[in-house]
């Protein structure tokens, strides 16, 4: 068992829930270090948001260790968990519909609203990675491109300041342009040093932004490795995981 050190954004261990009185995920384990990229990645059914699910105590049958940033969570309410500990872009996105892109992002940062300079801070941070959103932050945030409102997705988590990101899937559904756009996006955040959970289907994306990945395949974790380790063996194994 591994022990959980300074260095660690999230620790999972023995997580196993699900819905109603059925486990999907079983028995997992992972972690993040701080600044550190990780990618879950797997087939659709496999369980994946619903780890993340767990991670942001939206999962109401869940069982095992969550820490983030050395905080146990496991049992805590979703607003505790949001509360500048773990903030996520969920599938689909969901941005606010009606909403500019400012006040998408401006709701991100809800949390702070005692923090006006805090806020102006991140909402000036975001502009800064995303260029191409600032220039669009009076529009209606559901009418820009699908590559644009990932990046208003992402730019809303941000928005949060947690201490560990999380992204479900952004990729799914993104015309190839917007794809290498998002990749770029992710890459940048990145460097940034954040500690992020990508979940992912596409391979390439996650080798290209995340320092380790592990594979997860019928609710159990089935691999794990470095990606820099990954070479045309280890994704073809990873290819036959995805299916
Ligand atoms: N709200 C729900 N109620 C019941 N079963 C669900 C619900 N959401 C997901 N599941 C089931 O849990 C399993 C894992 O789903 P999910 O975590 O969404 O997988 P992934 O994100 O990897 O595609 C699937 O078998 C799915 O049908
Ligand atoms: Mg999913």
């Not at 102006?120 to 009076?138: C, H, K």
């Not at 940034?192 to 380790?212: F, H, K, M, T, Y």
Request: glycine share 12%; with cysteine; charged share 25%.
């Amino acid at each position: 068992m591994s022990a959980t050190t300074q260095t660690d954004a999230l620790v999972v261990e023995g997580l196993s829930g699900g819905y109603d009185r059925f486990d999907v995920v079983h028995d997992i384990a992972f972690r993040v270090g701080c600044g550190e990229a990780v990618a879950l990645l797997g087939p659709n059914g496999a369980g994946k948001t619903t780890v993340l699910r767990a991670i942001m105590g939206l999962l109401r049958h869940r069982r095992g260790r969550i820490e983030i940033d050395g905080t146990d969570v496991v049992a805590a309410p979703p607003h505790r968990i949001a509360r500048g500990l773990a903030a996520m872009v969920p599938e689909g996105r969901r941005l606010f519909v009606g909403q500019s892109v400012e006040d998408n992002l401006r709701l991100g940062g809800i949390r702070l609203r005692g923090d006006r300079a805090r806020t102006e801070e991140l909402l000036a941070g975001v502009f800064e990675l995303f260029p191409v959103i600032e220039r669009y932050r009076d529009r209606e945030a559901t009418a820009l491109s699908g590559g644009e409102q990932q990046m208003v997705a992402i730019g809303r988590m941000m928005m949060a300041d947690p201490a560990l990101m999380l992204l479900d899937e952004p990729s799914l559904g993104l015309a190839p342009l917007a794809i290498a756009d998002l990749s770029a996006a992710l890459r940048r955040l990145r460097e940034q040093d954040r500690s992020i959970l990508l979940v992912e289907q596409r391979v390439d994306i996650a080798l290209e932004v995340c320092d380790r990945i592990y594979v997860l395949s019928g609710g159990r974790i089935v691999d794990e490795g470095r990606a820099s380790d990954m070479g045309a063996e280890g994704r073809a194994l990873i290819d036959a995981y995805l299916g």
